[in-house]
Nanobody
Protein backbone atom coordinates (compact mmCIF):
# COMPACT_ATOMS: atom_id res chain seq x y z
CA UNK A 1 0.00 0.00 0.00
CA UNK A 2 1.25 3.48 -0.82
CA UNK A 3 -0.30 6.88 -0.18
CA UNK A 4 0.52 9.69 -2.61
CA UNK A 5 0.28 13.43 -1.97
CA UNK A 6 0.91 15.96 -4.72
CA UNK A 7 1.99 19.56 -4.18
CA UNK A 8 3.38 22.49 -6.13
CA UNK A 9 0.44 23.39 -8.30
CA UNK A 10 -0.78 26.94 -8.69
CA UNK A 11 -1.28 29.88 -11.01
CA UNK A 12 1.45 30.82 -13.45
CA UNK A 13 1.69 32.95 -16.57
CA UNK A 14 2.26 31.39 -19.96
CA UNK A 15 5.94 30.79 -20.50
CA UNK A 16 6.56 30.29 -16.81
CA UNK A 17 7.63 27.23 -14.84
CA UNK A 18 6.35 25.07 -12.01
CA UNK A 19 7.70 22.02 -10.25
CA UNK A 20 5.22 19.48 -8.97
CA UNK A 21 6.16 17.08 -6.21
CA UNK A 22 4.55 13.82 -5.18
CA UNK A 23 5.47 12.39 -1.79
CA UNK A 24 4.84 8.70 -1.18
CA UNK A 25 4.34 6.91 2.11
CA UNK A 26 5.58 3.43 2.83
CA UNK A 27 8.97 1.78 2.74
CA UNK A 28 8.86 0.26 -0.73
CA UNK A 29 8.85 3.36 -2.92
CA UNK A 30 11.65 1.97 -5.09
CA UNK A 31 9.38 -0.96 -6.02
CA UNK A 32 7.06 1.36 -7.89
CA UNK A 33 7.26 2.88 -11.31
CA UNK A 34 5.75 6.34 -11.13
CA UNK A 35 3.77 8.49 -13.49
CA UNK A 36 2.24 11.93 -13.86
CA UNK A 37 -1.14 12.30 -15.52
CA UNK A 38 -3.46 15.21 -16.15
CA UNK A 39 -7.17 15.55 -16.69
CA UNK A 40 -9.20 18.48 -17.94
CA UNK A 41 -12.95 18.73 -17.22
CA UNK A 42 -14.91 16.45 -19.53
CA UNK A 43 -11.81 14.80 -20.91
CA UNK A 44 -10.04 11.52 -20.27
CA UNK A 45 -7.04 11.34 -18.01
CA UNK A 46 -3.87 11.35 -20.07
CA UNK A 47 -0.31 10.42 -19.32
CA UNK A 48 2.21 13.24 -19.12
CA UNK A 49 5.37 11.40 -18.10
CA UNK A 50 6.47 8.18 -16.45
CA UNK A 51 9.65 6.86 -14.86
CA UNK A 52 11.08 3.45 -13.97
CA UNK A 53 11.66 2.23 -10.42
CA UNK A 54 15.27 3.40 -10.37
CA UNK A 55 14.76 6.53 -12.44
CA UNK A 56 17.08 5.30 -15.16
CA UNK A 57 14.47 5.52 -17.90
CA UNK A 58 11.64 7.93 -18.55
CA UNK A 59 8.96 8.54 -21.12
CA UNK A 60 7.26 11.83 -21.89
CA UNK A 61 4.14 12.58 -23.89
CA UNK A 62 4.69 14.23 -27.25
CA UNK A 63 2.58 17.22 -26.19
CA UNK A 64 5.06 18.13 -23.44
CA UNK A 65 8.30 16.66 -24.77
CA UNK A 66 11.18 19.08 -24.40
CA UNK A 67 9.25 21.16 -21.85
CA UNK A 68 8.45 18.74 -19.00
CA UNK A 69 10.90 16.51 -17.12
CA UNK A 70 10.07 13.73 -14.70
CA UNK A 71 12.56 12.67 -12.03
CA UNK A 72 12.55 10.87 -8.71
CA UNK A 73 14.50 10.71 -5.47
CA UNK A 74 14.05 7.27 -3.94
CA UNK A 75 15.76 8.30 -0.72
CA UNK A 76 13.11 11.01 -0.24
CA UNK A 77 10.23 8.86 -1.57
CA UNK A 78 9.37 11.66 -3.98
CA UNK A 79 8.75 12.03 -7.69
CA UNK A 80 8.91 15.40 -9.44
CA UNK A 81 7.56 16.97 -12.59
CA UNK A 82 9.43 20.05 -13.75
CA UNK A 83 7.29 22.02 -16.18
CA UNK A 84 8.87 24.75 -18.28
CA UNK A 85 7.50 26.96 -21.03
CA UNK A 86 3.97 26.43 -19.79
CA UNK A 87 1.05 26.99 -22.13
CA UNK A 88 -2.63 27.64 -21.37
CA UNK A 89 -3.44 24.10 -22.57
CA UNK A 90 -1.25 22.72 -19.76
CA UNK A 91 -3.87 23.94 -17.29
CA UNK A 92 -5.73 20.81 -15.94
CA UNK A 93 -5.49 18.90 -12.67
CA UNK A 94 -2.29 16.86 -12.38
CA UNK A 95 -2.16 13.49 -10.66
CA UNK A 96 0.73 11.28 -9.69
CA UNK A 97 0.36 7.52 -9.71
CA UNK A 98 2.29 4.46 -8.60
CA UNK A 99 2.53 1.08 -10.31
CA UNK A 100 4.10 -1.82 -8.42
CA UNK A 101 6.28 -3.50 -11.02
CA UNK A 102 8.60 -6.46 -10.94
CA UNK A 103 10.68 -5.61 -13.99
CA UNK A 104 12.99 -2.62 -13.42
CA UNK A 105 12.77 -1.44 -17.02
CA UNK A 106 8.99 -1.04 -17.09
CA UNK A 107 7.65 2.44 -17.83
CA UNK A 108 3.85 2.26 -17.50
CA UNK A 109 2.04 4.57 -19.87
CA UNK A 110 -1.68 3.91 -19.38
CA UNK A 111 -4.15 4.70 -16.61
CA UNK A 112 -5.11 1.06 -16.10
CA UNK A 113 -1.54 0.00 -15.32
CA UNK A 114 -1.36 2.10 -12.17
CA UNK A 115 -2.41 0.86 -8.75
CA UNK A 116 -2.41 4.00 -6.59
CA UNK A 117 -3.32 7.62 -7.22
CA UNK A 118 -2.90 10.92 -5.48
CA UNK A 119 -5.70 13.44 -4.98
CA UNK A 120 -4.42 15.79 -7.67
CA UNK A 121 -3.08 19.32 -7.78
CA UNK A 122 -4.46 22.13 -9.94
CA UNK A 123 -2.24 23.93 -12.40
CA UNK A 124 -3.58 27.06 -14.05
CA UNK A 125 -1.67 28.77 -16.84
CA UNK A 126 -2.88 32.22 -17.76
CA UNK A 127 -2.36 33.64 -21.24
Amino acid sequence: QVHLVESGGGLVQAGGSLRLSCAASGRTFSSYAMGWFRQAPGKEREVVAAITRSGADTDTADSVKGRFTISRDNAKHTVYLLMNSLKPEDTPVYYCAADRVVMPWVVPRTVTEYDYWGQGTQVTVSS
